[in-house]
């Protein structure tokens, strides 16, 4: 197992940071393996935003699902889906380009997020921990006036960075299913409940699968974080031609 692989697997959440900060010359570096991930006709249809406003940060703490640990990090970066800027260009270019659509957006998510595992990987070479934000996807409203976001930009991820304590570090990566269980050789098979229940029997070690099942649910499936998200995205998703 070469270090690249061997990081990969070492790699989980951060939330607790230390004091040590992150210098400017590694954020640059940390952009620039951003940047260098795969793209769909080398288009780069993502903007990085680099929130470097303390008070901007605080008040993402709170509008993503109200975590401290998110105003604490020494590093926070929103990578948007954009198609504003190509759209534009078109325009400026004298093109009578069409209105950005759905298929057109689910590309640029996908440019925008293997974006922003490249900065994931990137920070890891360093000892420098992250975490995902899904939530910066709900509160549309409030995050498109926070941010400026015009119609054709959508806040697909959100990445916050920090020195992980020790604790952090010793955490135990939280167990992945079988390889067997997410591979499938050339068609999409559905599984039956024998599959279903052995795919998630690391979660049932102490618990049945329907304790598991209807806790896990409610508390994500079901959750008011959860409904919030699709109603936001579904706005977002509004200008794109596909209405909520």
Known sequence: MNEIIRELHRRKSVRVFTEQEITPEQKKEILCAAMAAPTAGNQQLYT??????EALKRRLSETCDNQPFIAKAKMALIFCADLQKWYDAFLEGGCEPRKPGVGDLMLAVSDTNIAAQNA????????IGSCYIGDIMENCEIHRELLNLP????????LVFGYPTLQQQERLKPERCRLEDIVQENVYRRKDGDALRRMFDKECKSVSFEAWSRGFCERKYNSDFAKE???SVGVYLSAFGLAD
């Open 48 to 53: 990085i935003l680099d929130i470097t406003d």
């Open 229 to 231: 998200m699709s109603r």
């Open 151 to 158: 119609e054709y930009v959508f806040p697909a991820a959100m």
């Open 120 to 127: 994931v990987t990137a920070a890891q070479s360093m000892g």
